[in-house]
């Protein structure tokens, strides 16, 4: 509705991602999602020149649109605890999962994203990391976040165990992000 309807008043052509992602983000309202288009509208504006006028915005304005909400709002205090939980609810894996040892694939993805994203949310450092997952070495989880680093910047893609849906991991991080901030 908001894309047919909200987005072409202001003259948007919104990707199907940048929809799904909208709906994701601002589902709370259709005042918020208006605030968001219009933001998204002057950020286009902004980045969208000559040739590239009128192109279809996806989901990377978008998130270049969250992000700096983000870096404008004040700083909420996140606690490891949090990034554990909200991961572990977002990729149905246990606590006691992501502090094991266990080898499975979407163990390991979630505690590398508890690593990597508790490294750029909290104040930790990675010795604390590793006590707080009862890691004996610190290197294990520079290793972890190193990875995370390495697939993103291979913009890899990775498939969610609890609905078998396939994304970026960058869009991935970033609803981790968005759901740890909404706690």
Sequence with gaps: ??????AERRGLNLMDSAVEELAR?????????????TKLHALANLTQTGDRAGEPIGHTLLTRLHESELEAAPRKVIRFETVMTTVGEQL??????????????HVVLA???????????????YPELAAAL?????STVITAAQRVEKQLAANESVQLPTSGETLPLSE?????????MKV
């Design 134 to 138: 009862g890691r004996g070495h610190h």
């Design 92 to 105: 149905q894996v246990q606590k006691s999962q992501i502090v094991g040892s266990g080898r499975h694939a």
């Design 111 to 125: 505690r590398s994203l508890v690593i990597y994203i508790a490294r750029q949310m909290t104040s930790m450092s």
């Design 172 to 180: 991935l991080i970033e609803r981790l992000k968005h759901a740890i």
């Design 1 to 6: 509705l908001f894309r047919s309807v909200l």
């Design 25 to 37: 983000r601002a589902a709370h309202s259709v005042r918020e999602i208006e605030g968001t288009l």
